[in-house]
């Protein structure tokens, strides 16, 4: 009777994780892996104009023919532009990581060792953008550094500077842009990984004669090395890909590969090559992503 029962407990608790691990997997499915394989598909297509899918298996006389176009994907690495806009969009990205994380983890330490009192306050100030539209958001920063925009104004009017200062279309009001949009993604991540952390690691370094500063570098930092991975991928991967800032903050020099794909998709109506342009930066971002977690994970299991 009692193994009866654990069997029938055991075989309970395997169907739940089955089922709980099934949602999300049906989610990525449907949501990432279904799209994209749709994206790839026409990216080996050939555009007829008024099917923007193109045809992969034509049925003529009995036969059928299968024809893939990969002059898209050598075009692409032929073309200095695609290579250019990439690496451009690598570099905006990477410092756009590097500030949000520059800024976001002093805020994140400050809030997991604030008082539990004050903590959903300050989680509702960094959340709070979200309750603004995106876009709004962006336009507002617009009216914050034009050239008779509230920071010119109220520089000139202290006497800082005696003319406008050129901060709009450049690659400065694209950081800027950047940084403010994805600050949030970098705090709530480090936030949730430092207030779990164990205050009784600080004390010992502390007892044993470390300054704040060498506890902070060899006990908070490291231990909050996974809180600091996962806001630097929720920063990085969206803002390579990013096309309303730079299109709106942006100017000509700060040409990312979000434009591109929608010159392609919409301007010069190119589905194949603007697929194929998307398949080759997913690629570049999520297979040196997965192989660094795999890496990650056999170095965590070693341990």
């Known amino acids: 009777m009692k193994k009866t029962l654990m069997h029938a407990l055991s075989l309970r608790w395997i169907t739940g994780r089955r089922v709980v691990i099934a949602v999300p997997m049906l989610w990525l499915t449907f949501a990432f892996l279904v799209p994209f394989l749709i994206v790839m598909r026409i990216s080996f297509t050939e555009s007829d104009g008024g099917n923007p899918f193109g045809t992969l298996m034509t049925f003529v006389d009995g036969v059928i023919t299968f024809k893939v176009k990969i002059s898209n994907y050598l075009f692409i690495a032929q073309d200095d532009l695609y290579v250019l806009t990439y690496l451009s969009s690598i570099k905006f990205a990477a410092i756009t990581t590097l500030l949000c994380l520059i800024i976001g983890y002093p805020f994140a330490y400050f809030m997991a060792r604030s008082r539990s009192t004050v903590r959903p306050v300050l989680m509702m100030m960094v959340m709070l953008p979200f309750w603004t539209s995106f876009l709004l958001r962006i336009y507002a920063w617009k009216g914050i550094l034009a ?9 000139m009017s202290i006497g800082a500077i005696s ?8 690659q400065f009001s694209l950081i800027i842009g950047m940084v403010y949009a994805y600050l949030p993604f970098m705090i709530l991540p480090l936030y949730a990984n430092l207030v779990k952390m164990d205050i009784r690691f600080l004390e010992a370094a502390a007892d044993l004669g470390a300054t704040p500063m060498q506890t902070f570098w060899r006990i908070t930092v ?3 090395k996974s ?7 929720l920063v990085f991967i969206p803002a390579v890909g990013e096309y309303v800032i730079p299109e709106l903050l942006g100017g000509p020099e700060t040409l990312m590969i979000g434009h591109v794909l929608w010159d392609e998709f919409f301007t010069n109506n190119d589905w194949p090559m603007a697929s194929s342009v ?5 690629l570049l971002i999520l297979v040196p992503m997965a192989i660094f977690n795999k ?4 170095q965590e299991a070693r341990a």
């Open 227 to 233: 809180g600091i991975i996962a806001g630097s991928m």
């Open 278 to 282: 998307t398949v080759v930066v997913i």
């Open 295 to 298: 890496y990650k994970a056999e």
């Open 222 to 224: 490291p231990l909050s």
């Open 163 to 170: 003319e406008p200062l050129h901060l709009m279309n450049t």
């Open 147 to 155: 050239n008779n925009g509230l920071l010119n104004h109220l520089l």
